[in-house]
């Protein structure tokens, strides 16, 4: 089969250029083994990737045109057209950098907790919430959901994008938590996403029902006063 | 504040006269020496005059380099790297944390996989722990334990951020495994971890930064050197006590499509471990590993632990031979109790089964998924992978047996160390998973990462009090470091080989005799075909570019030569133990002889760079 790449080194290129690959397809063959193929019979291109299992979130790539990791993702015996993940700076040919992005998600996922549990708190929980932590574990923050979301792409100073907002549900729904998780998530843009559902449709956890917590956050975000915005 | 110093090709001279390499940095700023032109120097083939070694025309580059300075470095993220740092930013002194990959954290702990985190509810049953029995430097061990802040191991996790989200119905927390002398916990999903840390102002995080070489001086360990792989730029970090957290090396077992036979990540390729075997250190547990069940197709999701289905001991009756026999079928009650808690007894009465020709063509085993309960036992995290199989491959997995085979998630490889973590041979290098924490068991586990770190960062600092830094500082290592490292880059042969097919035939010498099953044909080929690599295929290693940017050709060409050394250590190593011990089965010595091989085997660089082997023993510890 045929795959399109974009490659671009940004020391030695003007732009980013296509390169064409002849690569041999083989059945259940992933998009991981045909990048990898094709550097190394074709021409080197830079990529990256580690767990092979979609919890790393390292291998994110454009399939196509639409967001997915490469790893767990099947390529069909036709021609392929394989890009950097859209929306974040290429470093090199398919590695983005997610540090800017990786940096906000780790402060707004460390937890608020000015005191230390004991065993009797760790042993309460509210089992309610349970299962949508439970979901929202499984978040590789491969940025797959990011790239593909139209109100982040719109607005992406208003919108920090569903990689970002799952982190506040986390917390949100975190009983040890003390944040005010209400208010990042409408300071974040809660009330921008248009709820299209997008990033369910391309989240590799199967678990994960954004839809779900941000409606949760609405919810709670009304009953604090942030009802949602007229003019939006 | 401003710890970092630039330095450009760094010479200590250039205050006292032009010497040699002054004059070849200058280029035009040194337009006053331009009539030594013709006295035939150039910028190739230069003996250096100034006394300091160097290769031929490699000396003569500009060493550019960035020299960040910290009092205690932690090469690496993973778990023992968190426990180091948990501790180091208690201490006051300056921590700076360096990580291969992306996210700040990476290998196995750059996964955010589901974790069960195991601990020992109380240092009294230390003693009858299976795994303390088989560790070899136990008074390191010993030491750790006893003196562990984090044996209150939940509220340590629970702490750190983590929510313990598999819950009893009423919101109690379930543990996974609860005896009395082990605990466990699963749901332990690592990044909470690593997110609380990434807060704290008392540490510095650099990542996507490989580091190649320790910067030794008069044979004191200061620091590390390598090169931050999105820019290309050489950096030094200088420590006062440097801490290897590096995670183990199973990425040299075998090979399939993109991924070794193994769990492990293409990060960790060991590279300091062998940085200090190059040193005079000593590298020991190199023939032990841990292994695992898990499926080997699609090819793309081979090995793969958290995309995979895999068979623990738990399910032993579902396991099939080639024809589809119960593999176990005559295994007794003592048999079957044995198999659920000492997992090298489960994995060698597999390997003998397929030793005895009921494996698959590649050595693996079937398992059959079509009982409603044998997927109703799974753990979470394998269950999920049943609809990743249908959705992306239409594969059913309740309807025809699955090939799985063994993986490789830990091994033993690491610098010997004494009972303070550190290297006597490099002093200034502590070493969380040294040889010995783990012995025969293979490799390290989480908890005793977690044990092992917050001692080494301990041990570190203690260290660090009856530590004071050189006088001057020799660099001239550095520049012979980058000199190395550009010359892997711009190398040029005619008949050259890229480096995946490099690493693709260590890895393939490998997947004959470093699994479950080693026999001494097997090993004493794969030790001539690493041999014959290492004298014919790495000299003409060739990377496909020559950009400095983020380029994993020459990324992997570096790591090649670690996973070299560390490949042939673990063959020879296998070789010279003429025993059954630990997770393999060593077929033409299937028993374990006490008498000859209650030791580790140790392996250091003799002075005509080839490994020398010797046993190594040391002290059982009683409580």
Redesign the interface.
Known sequence: MNITFKLY????DAAPREAVCEVEH?D???V??AI??A??NC??I?????????????CSVMLDGQPVLA????ITDESHKIEPLAGLPV??DL?V???QA??R???K???V?PV??T?EV??????AA?EK??AI?????CLVCTSVCPAHAAAPDGYVGPASMLATAYRFY?P?DQGDRVVEAVQEGLWTCIMCGKCTEVCPQ??IKHLDYWNDLRAAATARGFAEPADS | MDDKEIRVGHDQEESVGLSRRAFLKGGGALAGVAMLAGAGLGLTGCAPEDGTEGGDGAAALDAHYTVYDTDLLIIGGGFGALSAAYQAIKSGKTVTLVDKGPYGFSGGCGMNWDVIYTWCPSVDMLPKQATFKRLTNQEAAKEAYLTDPNADALGMLMNQGQTAPRRNEDGTVKLTIDYPQIKGLEGCFPRHSQDKLAQSQMITIHDRVMLTEVLVNDGVCLGAMGVHLPSGEMRVYRANATILAAGSNGWVYGWSTVAAHSFGSPDNTSDIEVAAYRHGAPLGDCEYGSYDLITTYPTGIAYAFNSGLGADANEWEYILDKDGKKMLANATQDDIDRFQYDRPFFNQTLAKEIAAGRGTASGGVLIDLSAPETVASFRECYARSIDLFKDNFGIDVTTQPLEIGFEMYEHGGAPVIDKKMMSAELPGLFCVRGAGVYGESGGTSVNMNNVFGSYATRCALEYLNGFSAPETIDWAPVADEYARLHELRTREASDGLRPPAVRQKIQKACETCLGVLRDKPALEAAAAELARIRTEDLPKMVVGAKTMTYNMDWKQAIENYNMLEIAEASVRATLMREETRGQYLRVDFPEKDDTNWNCMIAVSRAEDGSMAFAKREMPVVTF
């Open positions: 080194d940004p020391a030695m083989w259940k063959m992933t991981l083994e990898s193929a550097n190394e021409e080197p830079a990529f990256d990737y580690s767990c092979r299992g979609r919890v790393c979130g390292r790893c767990i993702t099947a470093l090199h590695i950098d997610k540090s990786h940096a998600m780790a402060t996922y460390a937890r907790q230390a549990l065993p760790i042993n309460t929980y509210d089992m349970a932590i439970n574990e499984w978040c590789a923050r975190d040890f199967a678990e």
